[in-house]
């Protein structure tokens, strides 16, 4: 069993970044595609942006040209920058991960880490 662990969360202001973390217990053939969702209050989670172990990257239309997924294969670890971070952006914020990148962005992975909250202030 894989074990996801999110950090990185917390309480910014408008226009800020943070960096969100998420480390998989363990190296895992079975672990191709990492993502995260967010999942604001009363909303559906949502997909936020997925990268595989070779690079293939999607993000949500919402978050493009201010959040940017990277990931660390050697230490089994991916990450999401936040830039001109918004109200809006506010949600607790879901690692997950699983083998088929089809998974992870239809949102029925494996693994999910228990998520992490981000708020936005105006």
């Known amino acids: 069993q894989v074990q996801l662990v999110e950090s990185g969360g917390g309480l910014v202001q408008a226009g800020g970044s943070l960096r969100l973390s998420c480390a998989a217990s363990?190296?895992?053939?079975?672990?191709?595609?990492m993502g995260w969702y967010r999942q604001a209050p009363g909303k559906q989670r949502v997909l936020v942006a997925t990268i595989t172990k070779g690079g293939i990257i999607n993000y949500a239309d919402s978050v493009k040209g201010r959040f940017t997924i990277s990931r660390d294969n050697a230490k089994n670890t991916v990450y999401l920058q936040m830039n001109n971070l918004k109200p809006e952006d506010s949600a607790v914020y879901y690692c997950?991960?699983?083998?088929?990148?089809?998974?992870?962005?239809?949102?029925?992975?494996?693994?999910w880490g228990q998520g992490i909250q981000v708020t936005v202030s105006s």
């Open positions: 363990r190296s895992s053939f079975s672990i191709n595609a």
């Open positions: 997950n991960a699983d083998r088929r990148l089809e998974a992870v962005l239809s949102g029925v992975s494996d693994y």
